[in-house]
């Protein structure tokens, strides 16, 4: 039995819409974007730390890869307690990543290349170094400049308690305590993630208005969109109610129905994003929504919102069929009831990279093999697509030592939650030993382990089997052949631990093996498949497509 066992696609097909949303016209609505974390992808002068000349100086690598546009991570000013997510100047580069004439000679640069440029935002919060937030902490409790975020008094006899329950995202509270400039203790500010990260007040209008400016700011400059961090944070809850305990789940994830999330306000703070956003007709915004439902996701991105948000269904899917499946239909939903482009992506800076997901309870090698399969799947969906740096080479994470540990969360966890650094490991380009190409400095900000000389870019860019090809090839099929148009997927029947489906109208079809075992495969040209077929037949942890 093949994995297509029936030719005519089952009554269950999902997305897309009878009429063609204006969306499937414009460039990001199929666009391969790539995420740059800028520490750790190339470093131009040696300090040990990714920078952005450090970018231009890749943008041939890139092009060769084919990818259509750039998502940065944060590169404003910030003094990195979050690695450039607490942000002191929203309009300005930090000197560690080149200042400001390096992201302009960037965007002139990828431009040339054809190569879209977008930047991470982050409206939910300051840095405590903004001169805002420096500000707030030296004028009185209720005074104009503390109204611009969210300070409280303590609850308790002498104000000694947090004004509510929250916990930090990151571990520890999520109100901190500050000391009133006549040296008494005094009122206490909200941090949903760090304490050197105090949320903004949305309710005021200054903060939107600064927004708006940034937004124009970097536009006028050539930028081509942004990723909003934190896109289902920025309003809260009237009265800042109690945080119900069964909801205080973990650390670095958030129910649909926490109250430090998803609140019904975050809407009009979008739609009045989208005015601004509008005065550029050709930019995008993709929002970073950690929101499960899908008819409260569909919100974010109606017309008059953001034009994307991210879906993490298949970050966090099993490599099982059913599992898989069960992700790229919810995905669809997600944005079917307001004709949205749906967004699918495997990895970014916050979670574990997918070769070390999918190596759990087996070897690292089938873990690339299955990432391998998956991003097959990925570049067979309608819709944009986000590849996190390094995944192209198969990078897995690296377990770090205590003592290189770098992201908040470790401290603030009180050493219980390792954190993020283990996805976030510069990136290999030459050569055999650390730091292998990616700085002139032995001292890279993360350190880099032995071993890795097989997964630099160098090695695999000859090899026709390397991931790093793969990756070339599906993406340069996946723009120029024909069977890829369409935005409706239909599914096949399937083998157990098998699926397979077919773009509508193109009639790509993809097949995804999550068995054990080699499986039949229908007739039909295989164009590519993540793995040697075996006589004919797709091996296990492997994907092809076909038309
Ligand atoms: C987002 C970012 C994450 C950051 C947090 C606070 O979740 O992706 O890296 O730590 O926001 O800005």
């Not at 999902?14 to 666009?31: I, N, Q, R």
Request: glycine residues 10%.
């Amino acid at each position: 039995m093949g994995v297509v066992n029936d030719q005519s696609p089952d009554a269950s097909a999902t997305g897309g819409s009878p009429d063609s949303p204006d969306t499937t016209a414009a460039w990001w609505s199929d666009a391969v974007f790539y995420q740059i974390y800028p520490r750790s992808f190339s470093d131009s002068d040696g300090d040990g730390v990714g920078d952005l000349p450090g970018v231009v100086d890749k943008l041939g690598y890139l092009e060769l890869l084919g990818v259509d546009a750039l998502w940065i991570s944060p590169v404003m000013r910030s003094p990195m307690a979050d690695h450039g997510y607490d942000v002191s100047d929203p309009r300005d580069i930090d000197p560690l990543f080149g200042g400001i004439a390096a992201l302009d000679a960037l965007i002139e640069e990828a431009h040339a290349r054809d190569i879209k440029v977008t930047m991470d935002l982050v409206p939910n919060h300051t840095s405590d170094r903004h001169p805002w937030f420096v500000e707030a902490l030296a004028a009185a409790p209720g005074s104009r400049e503390r109204e611009r975020y969210i300070f409280r008094d303590g609850r308790g006899e002498n104000g000694d308690e947090p004004p509510n329950n929250w916990p930090s995202i990151f571990g520890g509270p999520a109100w901190t305590r500050v000391t009133e400039p006549d040296g008494t203790p005094g009122q206490w500010y909200l941090h949903i993630f760090a304490a050197e990260q105090p949320d903004l007040n949305w309710e005021n209008d200054e903060v939107f208005e600064d927004l708006a400016t940034t937004l124009r700011f970097w536009l006028d400059r050539g930028v081509d969109g942004f990723r909003i961090d934190v896109a289902h944070g920025m309003a809260k809850p009237p009265g800042l109610p109690d945080m119900p305990e069964e909801l205080q789940t973990g650390l670095l994830i958030n129910d649909d129905d926490d109250p430090r999330f998803n609140n019904p306000g975050v809407h009009s703070i979008h739609r009045r994003i989208r005015a601004v956003m509008d005065e550029y007709p050709d930019a995008v915004t993709v929002g970073e929504i950690w929101v499960r439902d899908n008819t409260r996701f569909a919100e974010y991105v109606r017309p008059d919102e953001l034009h994307l948000g991210f879906n993490f269904r298949l970050a966090e899917a099993e490599f099982t069929a059913d599992s898989v499946r069960d992700a790229i239909e919810n995905s669809l939903e997600a944005v079917d009831s307001v004709r949205g482009v749906p967004t699918w992506t495997l990895s970014n800076h916050d979670v574990e990279r997918e070769v070390s997901r999918y190596a759990e309870g087996t070897t690292e090698a089938v873990g690339r093999d299955r990432a391998r399969a998956m991003v097959l799947v990925e570049l067979a969906l309608p819709g944009a697509v986000f590849l996190y740096n390094g995944s192209e080479l198969g990078m897995p994470n690296v377990d770090l030592p205590d003592s290189a540990l770098q992201d908040p969360v470790w401290e603030r966890s009180g050493h219980t939650n390792r954190g993020r650094d283990g996805c976030r490991i510069p990136v290999p380009w030459s050569g055999d030993t650390p730091p292998y190409g990616f700085s002139e400095s032995p001292d890279t900000w993360l350190p880099m382990p032995e071993g890795w000389g097989g997964l630099t870019a160098e090695a695999q860019l000859e090899d026709v089997d390397s991931t790093l090809s793969l990756h070339r090839l599906a993406i340069e099929l996946r723009r120029t052949r024909p069977e890829f148009a369409g935005e409706e997927v239909e599914w096949y029947g399937a083998p157990p631990g098998c699926l397979a489906f077919r773009r509508a109208e193109g009639r790509l079809v993809c097949a995804l093996n999550t068995t054990d075992g080699p499986v039949g495969l229908p007739g039909g040209e295989v164009l590519l498949s993540s793995a040697p077929l075996v006589d004919g037949r797709l091996p296990a942890n492997a994907a092809a497509w076909l038309v």
